[in-house]
């Protein structure tokens, strides 16, 4: 057995998720990308602690990403949009501002997968990042239902317990 099967193995059984959604003009009812970020967790195992909505602000996007890695019933935060190359777009420096630890590969194979399967050349604009704040995971996507479902799908639902396993074992 490989030393990753042994720690996906050691692994636990779930992880407590947080969803934030960054936007200026989504509801709970129109945010479609976390709806899809709720069920596809659901789905595959995972808890969803909860899910709300942020203004595209750097300040409040921050402040929730903080008070969500204090919380000890939250382990992983998932956030979708802001992620952008626009004047608006701060979720990226907001997030990245936070963490103590990055995880480079999330971005460099999300934005590798997004050129291959999705959107061509058009990848060199996303700007998903993840990482940990003390014990929690932090994964950062763009707020397209195709980028949550690549995102999900291909990387953080395959890895994350993986993630936690490690943060665990660390801690």
Do not use: W
Not at 7 to 25: G, L, M, W
């Amino acid at each position: 057995m490989s030393s990753v099967e042994q720690h996906r193995k050691e692994a636990p059984n779930s992880v407590n998720c947080y969803i934030i959604t960054v936007s200026d003009t989504r509801t709970i009812d129109t945010d479609k990308s976390g709806q899809l970020i709720e069920t596809l967790l659901e789905e595959s195992g995972y808890h969803v602690a909860g899910r709300t909505i942020v203004k595209d602000d750097y300040d409040d996007i921050r402040e929730l990403i903080h008070i969500c890695a204090a919380d000890n019933a939250i382990e992983a935060v998932l956030l979708t949009g802001g992620t952008g190359i626009a004047p608006r777009d701060s979720t990226y420096e907001a997030v990245e501002s936070l963490l103590d630890k990055t995880m480079p590969g999330f971005g460099e194979i999300f934005r590798y997968l997004s050129f291959a399967e999705d959107i061509g050349t058009a990848a060199i604009l996303s700007r998903a990042v993840a990482g940990t704040i003390g014990s929690t995971a932090v994964f950062s996507m763009p707020g397209s239902t195709g980028a949550v479902k690549l995102a999900l799908t291909r990387l953080i639902i395959p890895e994350l317990r993986h993630v936690m396993r490690e943060i665990y074992k660390s801690s």
